[in-house]
T-cell receptor, first 116, second 112 residues
């Protein structure tokens, strides 16, 4: 149990286009989902926290208009990278926290974004 | 505020020998501590977690970690390394409704 999926697993896009990444909790309801970014050989950096039905909370330095997050249901959150630039190329990982579980997060397999 | 320090960015061991990955934390609250493993181009998999119960925590794949409050440490150990253990390992901390803070990771290399 406690499986989180991400789609797509890998995406290549042209500079200036927008890319949507989906994060789904497959067998549990997630009131909170987290989006992380990981640069090569570095740790995960939290970008934003999304709660179902409300606006996401962004970490300092993360542009909310560039990284649009929608947590429309208890099993789905989406991250849209708008007007992507090459410096947005990174590994994006989501995690989902089950309802009522304060400390637990289950991570998705990640999405590799390459912006040309 | 909280922080996590992984002192070793890279650890190399021979197959069959013990593994020690070090982690120190700083937290204003009674922390929950985690170890995650990440294989190349994959997400994170939880190895084990400490949440104020037993100080010696056993996880998956033969790993265990000991919470030492006096040393603010949560080192990860395994008695005998296997080739499949080669991966990146992240220590993480959370407490007092704060977000999870990750360390910078330790890359484990297992030599045949």
């Amino acid at each position: 149990g406690a499986v989180v999926s991400q789609h797509p697993s890998r995406v290549i896009c042209k500079s200036g286009t927008s890319v949507k990444i989906e994060c789904r909790s497959l067998d549990f309801q997630a009131t909170t989902m987290f989006w992380y970014r990981q640069f090569p050989k570095q740790s995960l950096m939290l970008m934003a926290t999304s709660n179902e039905g409300s606006k996401a909370t962004y970490e300092q330095g993360v542009e909310k208009d560039k990284f649009l997050i929608n947590h429309a249901s208890l099993t789905l959150s989406t991250l849209t990278v708008t007007s992507a630039h090459p410096e947005d190329s990174s590994f994006y990982i989501c995690s989902a926290r089950p309802a009522g579980a304060q400390e637990t997060q289950y991570f998705g397999p990640g999405t590799r974004l390459l912006v040309l | 505020a909280q922080s996590v320090t992984q002192l070793d960015s890279h650890v190399s061991v021979s197959e069959g020998t013990p593994v020690l990955l070090r982690c120190n934390y700083s937290s204003s609250y009674s922390p929950s501590l985690f170890w995650y493993v990440q294989h190349p181009n994959k997400g994170l998999q939880l190895l084990l977690k400490y949440t104020s119960a037993a100080t010696l925590v056993k996880g998956i794949n033969g790993f265990e970690a000991e919470f030492k409050k006096s040393e603010t440490s949560f080192h990860l150990t395994k008695p005998s390394a296997h080739m499949s253990d080669a991966a990146e390992y992240f220590c993480a901390c959370s407490g007092g409704y704060q977000k999870v803070t990750f360390g910078t990771g330790t890359k484990l290399q297992v030599i045949p």
